[in-house]
């Protein structure tokens, strides 16, 4: 029986569970100015993660927190403009940036977390969402 799995707590951005009910979840990891702010959703049996971050205006997709599904859960929705975009590859297939694509995060699951992907510069990441 294999062992305990060791998890980076400071890469930890949510459980599995809680994305269950909502589908989606946005987290925060760093902190000043420019903490990487991104999210994670559910596509069937994976998980991807993107940056919260609209191709189009420049702003978070979400406006309420966590929030960042179409009502049936189907696509990914900027709430400011109704930009949609696919949860599986973060293009936008309708909208003012169609076309366009949501940055994405390397992730990696570890038991019953989600974790930033190892080799994922967070503060990076954040910079080149800004």
């Known amino acids: 029986m294999p062992g305990p799995v060791e998890i980076d ?49 420049g702003h978070p997709l979400d406006l309420r927190p966590h929030c960042f599904l179409t009502p049936d859960h189907a696509l990914i929705v900027c709430a400011s403009h109704g930009a949609l975009f696919d949860k599986a590859s973060g293009e936008c297939i309708a909208g003012p940036c169609a076309g366009r694509s949501l940055q994405p995060i390397p992730l990696t699951v570890a038991g019953d977390w989600v974790l930033l992907a190892p080799e994922v510069d967070p503060a ?3 910079a080149g969402a800004s």
């Open 9 to 57: 707590l400071e890469r930890v951005l949510c459980r599995l569970a809680d994305l269950e009910h909502s589908g989606a979840r946005g987290f925060r990891i760093g902190g000043g100015d420019w903490p990487l702010r991104g999210f994670v959703v559910r596509c069937g049996a994976l998980v991807r993660g993107y940056v919260n971050h609209c191709p189009h205006a």
């Open 124 to 126: 990076a990441l954040a």
